[in-house]
Nanobody, 114 residues
Framework: QVQLQESGPGLVKPSQTLSLTCTVS??????????WSWIRQPPGKGLEWIGG???????DTSPSLKSRTSISRDTSKNQFTLQLSSVTPEDTAVYYC??????WGQGTQVTVSS
């Protein structure tokens, strides 16, 4: 059974870059035809898809976040990463990684504050 675990700093200062890593176990991120996503949920709001990377390494991001988002992977570590630049307090949220949006990590709280 696949397991996903998010990791990264819980506090980021405004204007800095948020960096998160999703470590996958129980399955390879290169296995056909899975899609690996980053999703967030701001306090009191619904889920927002940030972007993702498919089994071949092709990435896609939400148009609203595209200019600030970078998604990559390290196949040797079976990890994929999210970088969100120029963060503001509006980027405060619980961040999740997921496979096909059916298997999810437990989520990690990220707060943007000085």
């Amino acid at each position: 059974q696949v397991q996903l675990q998010e990791s990264g700093p819980g506090l980021v200062k405004p204007s800095q870059t948020l960096s998160l890593t999703c470590t996958v176990s129980g399955g390879s991120i290169t296995t056909n035809y899975y899609y690996w996503s980053w999703i967030r949920q701001p306090p009191g709001k619904g889920l927002e898809w940030i972007g993702g990377i498919d089994y071949s390494g092709i990435t896609d991001t939400s148009p609203s976040l595209k200019s600030r988002t970078s998604i990559s992977r390290d196949t040797s570590k079976n990890q994929f990463t999210l970088q969100l630049s120029s963060v503001t307090p509006e980027d405060t949220a619980v961040y999740y990684c997921a496979r096909d949006q059916t298997s999810w990590g437990q989520g990690t709280q990220v707060t943007v504050s000085s």
